[in-house]
């Protein structure tokens, strides 16, 4: 669009790109929930800060870090060990495992503490089996770990959140030199020594991003930490705002929360600048394997079998049996009305999530500027931002553009319009489309990149224009990276559940709010089908990923 403006001797001539306009838009509204946590939080109509910080922060800010310390932890353990298995080791069910340790992705954190805790307490079987077995009737009578505890949320989200390290180990280790690996065989090193002083220092950068994600995963946790009665900051949000009824106070517990999260992200930009130091450049052919042998290959099978068990198949296996017990109750008219919530809501914050990512990234393309890098890090910082902040954030602003438009409108024509956008699914489709955008612009980017420059040059010297050449151009090549982002998109949204159960409107359940709401309770059996259908929904992205990590993989060793 182009504009001319008249000045006294002077004629000024002024572009305006759509695409750099569209992408200001974009970044100053997932920027807005940002900046009115700040602003609530240095502005609150009643100051708890002194209260909180004499009380309850400093426990908070200890529990948060010994939380992310034992997963970053237990994360790197299972993740690293395992991807380095599969993926430098040659063992019976090697190719399996390479895929089914990607199942956790699937069950969500507070799914799988749902079922442990179900599985693992007083009168679970567990404990019944012991006491029968040992003849003990009470509490007193014997010691077992209590799992609803700081060292059971460790223990959970370690299981559900390592295959985010594992991705990104076993792309490292994959990508890494074959020669490299090769010479330090020739020079006598064994498997172990060949791992600590080769494979794992090469592998560093990527492992420090892939325990940075499943830190930022578990800072974000709501259900896992609220069940199992661990106060973290997020969960702080969630009492204050709650339960004591004090935005102010919840702002402000969100504000430190978000400088935990600024903390990873530096670490995370760090570790990936520190990645060029390392790189040995792609492999010419494909890796030699260590032919393990008979009990070096059993121990290797427990050691993949291990988190698959704990972290899959075993929750996957109680909410099953949970679901099939109760399957003639649970099949009803509220279930299909939560799954068809959920589904509505996910299909709809996909598609509007897919065609912004797509704007954004073919106008990154178009323009290499900062300004326009800059302007596409904004959008894409959203996924970063734990879901109960962002509901808080999205909250403020919605609610305050709530009451000034009834207050106008009640002042000027004696109409109340009452809540337009706050408490609405408005608000949460917004939620969802600024915390998973960067899911779809990541993966639409990565398809443009892909697409050869010379192409769009041919298409503009045919009289094609920009919005041409993406129309009749890249969108048929991008069929491929579209589905993958809508995908993502569906599934994160389909087990989204702190941000759905803060804005979500009165009596509108999702499955995931369905289940936690009946968790609560301890009826989880009366929610089990509605789990069973977020893990099934959850697959679909799993067989996704293993196909590209293993199609890429193969590519590169053929080459």
């Known amino acids: 669009m182009t504009s001319v ?20 838009i974009v970044a100053a509204l997932v920027a807005m929930p940002v900046f009115a946590i700040a602003w609530l939080a240095l502005n609150p109509e009643n100051n708890i800060w002194p209260h909180l910080a004499n009380t309850v922060l400093p426990h908070m800010l200890q529990t948060t870090g010994l939380l992310l310390v034992g997963v970053g932890f237990g994360a790197a353990v299972l993740g690293v060990g395992t991807a380095w298995l599969v993926s430098l080791c040659r063992f019976p069910g090697r ?27 007083f009168a679970g079987p567990v404990q019944t089996g012991l006491r029968s077995m040992a ?36 792309t490292a280790f994959l990508q890494q030199s074959a020669g490299a690996l090769e010479v330090s065989r020739t020079l006598g090193q064994g498997p ?60 402000q517990i969100a504000l430190a929360l978000l400088g935990f999260v600024l903390l990873l992200i530096t670490l995370e930009r760090m570790a990936r600048r520190d990645r060029r130091f390392h790189s040995m450049g792609g492999p010419t052919r494909a890796t030699p394997l260590y032919d393990l042998g008979p009990l070096k290959a059993g121990v290797a099978i427990a050691a993949c079998s291990v988190p698959l068990i704990f972290g899959f198949l075993i929750p996957a296996g109680i909410l099953v ?41 073919y106008g990154a393309r178009l323009s290499a500027g900062r300004g326009q890098k800059i302007l596409t890090r904004i959008a894409s910082v959203g996924y970063v931002i734990p879901g109960a902040v962002l509901a808080l954030g999205v909250m403020i602003p919605f609610g305050a553009f709530d009451n000034a438009l009834d207050a106008l409108l009640r002042a000027h024509f004696g109409i109340s319009t009452g809540l337009l956008l706050s408490g609405t699914v408005i608000a949460v489709l ?19 990149t892909r697409i050869t420059p010379a192409m769009d040059m041919a298409s503009r010297s045919l009289g094609q224009g920009r ?55 301890g009826r989880l059996e009366d929610s089990a089908l509605a789990g069973l259908c977020i893990v099934f929904a959850g697959i679909l992205p799993v067989i996704v990923l293993s196909r590209a990590i293993t199609g890429r993989h193969a590519r590169v060793s053929t080459d």
């Open 430 to 448: 917004f939620a969802y489309i600024v915390r998973f955008l960067a899911l779809s612009f990541g993966a639409l980017e990565s398809g443009l």
């Open 95 to 121: 190719r399996m495992f390479e895929w089914a340790l990607l199942a956790p992705f699937a069950m969500p954190a507070y799914l799988t503490a749902y079922t442990y805790v179900d599985f693992l307490e």
């Open 192 to 251: 172990w020594a060949v791992f600590f002083r080769v494979a794992l220092p090469m592998a560093r950068p990527a492992i420090v991003v892939g325990v940075i994600l499943a830190l930022m995963e578990a800072l974000g946790d709501f259900g896992t930490v609220d069940y199992f009665a661990v106060r973290t900051l997020t969960a702080g949000i969630y009492d204050v705002w709650l339960g004591m009824g004090n935005a102010g106070g919840a702002a």
């Open 467 to 521: 919005g041409g050449t993406l129309w009749r151009v890249h969108l048929p090549l991008l069929r491929g990276p579209i589905l993958t982002a809508v995908l993502l998109v569906f599934v994160d949204c389909m087990k989204e559940l702190p941000a759905t159960l803060i804005l979500r409107p009165f009596n509108f359940d999702t499955l995931a709010t369905h289940v936690y709401t009946f968790a609560s309770l």
């Open 321 to 361: 049996q949970m679901a099939l017990s109760r399957l003639s109750l649970s099949l009803n008219a509220a279930f299909f009305g939560y799954a068809l919530n959920s589904i509505m809501l996910a299909a709809v914050a996909a598609l509007f999530a897919v065609c912004i990512g797509l704007f954004l990234a």
């Open 5 to 24: 403006v008249a000045r006294p001797g002077l004629m000024v001539r002024l572009r305006l790109d759509p695409w750099r306009v569209g992408a200001l």
């Open 135 to 170: 003849g003990w009737v009470r509490p007193a009578d014997y010691w077992f770990p209590e799992i609803r505890s700081l060292g059971g949320a460790i223990l959970v989200l370690s299981l559900t959140l390592y295959p985010y390290v594992y991705l990104s180990a076993r």
